[in-house]
């Protein structure tokens, strides 16, 4: 199952949520800061020990204080006008995201509009990429995706690809 809510990402009871960081892994702003600020300093103590991540990658830590169990670090791609690669990459952190999530054995997950802040990325391309990704890469135990979107704007655009998927 595929869902699209709003909301705050940290709140989410799921066995994982994901984090839109960057490279380094050690913190930084929008829902990366939110995420770190709710779980606590478990969280980078565990980041410092995985030698940071590749954009279009994902890499596992628990999830401190918030109530999902593990937190799934990603990378987004910087949108560069639409020609770097982007879609490949954002699809690539969904892909890897949910084969990291089914490695620890989680049911459900939850995803940020990864890239569709300080990166850049127009939500209204980002939507159908990420739906589109999430679908194809469909991998027992996780049985619910749910894409958490912080404002109206970006759950309508997330409706829209939704509903354009079926
Ligand atoms: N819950 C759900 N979504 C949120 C939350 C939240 N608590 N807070 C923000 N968003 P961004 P990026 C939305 O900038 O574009 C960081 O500094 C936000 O409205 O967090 O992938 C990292 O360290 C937007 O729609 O991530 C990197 O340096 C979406 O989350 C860089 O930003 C993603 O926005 C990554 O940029």
Redesign the pocket.
């Known amino acids: 199952m595929i869902e699209a809510v709003r909301?705050?990402?940290?709140e989410q009871v799921v066995d994982a949520i994901v984090n839109?960081?960057?490279s380094s892994l050690l913190?930084?702003?929008?829902?990366?800061?939110?995420?770190h600020r709710a779980g606590g300093p478990e969280i980078l103590a565990e980041c410092r020990l995985l030698g940071g991540c590749a954009t279009g990658d994902a890499k596992p830590t628990t999830a401190g204080r918030l109530p999902a169990r593990q937190v799934i670090h990603t990378v987004?791609p910087v949108w560069r006008g639409g020609k770097a690669a982007e879609a490949e990459l954002l699809a690539s952190c969904h892909r890897r995201a949910i084969e990291v999530a089914a490695e620890l054995g989680c049911t459900s997950i939850a995803f940020?509009?990864?890239?569709?802040?300080?990166?850049?990325?127009p939500?209204d391309l980002a939507a159908p990429v990420a739906v589109a990704a999430v679908r194809g890469a469909h991998r027992p135990p996780v049985e619910l995706i749910r894409f958490?979107?912080?404002?109206q704007s970006?759950l309508d655009a997330f409706e829209r690809a939704l509903a354009e998927a079926k």
Do not use: E, K
Not at 7 to 10: C, E
């Open positions: 909301g705050d990402i940290t839109a960081a960057n913190g930084g702003g929008g829902v990366d800061a939110a995420i987004g940020p509009a990864i890239s569709t802040g300080v990166y850049g990325y939500v958490v979107l912080f404002s970006h």
